[in-house]
């Protein structure tokens, strides 16, 4: 028996699916949604609800105040919107017309379920009290996007008191919503390391002794001792280089090296602690090769832990949409991050959920990937959680 909110989206579908198909045929990259901004301002105006204005001309923020009486709790939607640098190459009717930039994460999809439980909301204002602030997001991709929307005061006037984010997800079959309460994602850090020796003659490396290159290899073996040998097994940490760069002829020992990478951690503590590692391990390796070293290190976005209360008022809330056999547990945390965490460090009583959008007998969409398909079928399921869970918090 379908649930009568599920109903409700179900209805609109060929509404979600339209404002999807037109967001993923124009992406535009993080702080450059201007016409996706546009857009969805003016179909909020179409529905009559408030808009706040914000500084910049990307992100939007939408106010629906509920009609009920009753507590004047405040719950804020959260949808992303940015697009990603990746050439689409598959084939959809809805194809990027953007050269070189794509919906390759779904966040078109999440800007199009919120803005369908925004129908949805505006039509059962008598039915909920308090407000609800519709966050329309801008990039996420960057890491940069939440704080940017915070920064505009979004969480304040009214403060919010609870706040829902979503995100498609391949390991869960489309018409499921998977759900973990406490530590659920990582921290996102960045840092480039530069080895500076002396430039020579390839032919002659002893006559300098002070190799950047040899320095900055054995540093980069040597950052991952930090996590088999400094950081107990149980504690999840990731550190990856993914740059190196160095070097203009086969003969020439350069005169610098840099590396970059990022850097994933579950727990505040360790990862407060990784900078130091970092820089006392590139510092102790590069003088052995008579070099130096130095650190560039960025704190992105703190590791996401959802709300356990509200984690099982989320479940609840699923469970009337899809069913409780359809609501799947979240066993470990993911490594991956999410600019959403900046918001729980605001709103701890938040939660960011997964929907399934994997299909049957298909293979399984993968992110940031040129073929990457999110299915439509799954949009109505996301709006109606969306709007079940203002339902079920603004009683």
Same mark, same amino acid.
């Given at each position: ?19 999807? #198909? ?51 709790? %405040?719950?804020?939607? #959260? !949808?992303?919107? $940015? ?9 959809? &009717? ?10 390759? *994460?779904?966040?078109? *999809? ?16 008598? +039915? ?9 997001? &801008? ?22 008191? +609870? ?16 759900? #973990? ?7 996102? $850090?960045? @840092? ?12 002659? &490396? ?35 280089? *993914? ?11 350069p005169e610098a090296v840099e590396f970059s990478g990022s850097v994933r951690c579950q727990s505040a503590e360790t990862r407060n602690s990784i900078e130091k590692r970092i820089l ?12 130096? !070293? ?19 008022? %989320? #479940? ?6 899809v069913g409780s056999d359809r609501v799947k547990h979240i066993d470990i945390p993911a490594m991956g991050s999410e600019d959403f965490s900046r918001y729980l460090e605001i709103v701890p009583e938040g939660v960011f959920a997964r929907l399934g959008i994997r299909k &049957? ?12 398909? @999110? ?21």
């Open positions: 028996m379908i649930s009568e909110i599920l109903q409700k989206t179900l209805d609109i579908k060929e509404y979600i699916v339209d404002v999807k #198909r037109k967001i993923h045929k124009h992406p535009e990259l993080g702080m450059e949604e201007y016409e996706t901004t546009a857009f969805v301002k003016s179909e909020l105006s179409t529905m009559g609800i408030e808009m706040i204005p914000l500084e910049k001309n990307v992100g939007v923020l939408g106010i629906i105040k509920g009609e009920k009486s009753g507590g004047e709790i %405040v719950t804020a939607l #959260r !949808a992303d919107m $940015d697009a990603l640098p990746i050439q689409e190459t598959a084939d959809v &009717p809805d194809k990027s017309v953007v050269p070189g930039v794509m919906h390759a *994460c779904g966040h078109d *999809c999440h800007t199009a379920m919120l803005m369908g439980a925004a129908k949805v909301l505006v039509s059962l204002k008598g +039915h909920f009290s308090g407000t609800v602030k519709l966050l329309f997001q &801008p990039a996420e991709e960057n890491l940069g996007g939440a704080k940017y929307m915070i920064e505009q005061g979004v969480l304040e006037n009214p403060k919010v008191d +609870h706040i829902l984010g979503l995100h498609g997800h391949p390991s869960y079959d489309v018409g499921e919503i998977a759900l #973990r309460g406490g530590p659920a994602m990582a921290s996102s $850090d960045f @840092f480039t390391v530069k080895i500076t020796g002396k430039s020579a003659h390839g032919a002659y &490396p002893h006559r300098i002794g002070c190799d950047p290159i040899l320095a900055a290899s054995n540093s980069v073996m040597a950052i991952q001792s930090i996590i088999t040998r400094q950081i107990d097994a149980i504690d999840s940490v990731v550190i990856s280089v *993914c740059e190196i760069h160095g070097g203009t002829a086969k003969n020439i020992i006392d391990v590139v510092q102790n390796i590069a003088s052995t090769y008579k070099c130096k !070293a130095e650190l560039d290190y960025h704190y992105g976005v703190p590791p996401l832990a959802n709300s356990p209360r509200v984690t099982e008022i %989320v #479940r609840g809330s699923a469970e009337k949409v &049957p007998n298909e293979s399984d969409p993968v992110y940031h990937n040129g073929n990457f398909v @999110f299915p439509e079928e799954a949009l109505p399921y996301g709006a109606a959680l969306f709007v079940q869970f203002v339902l079920d918090m603004n009683q």
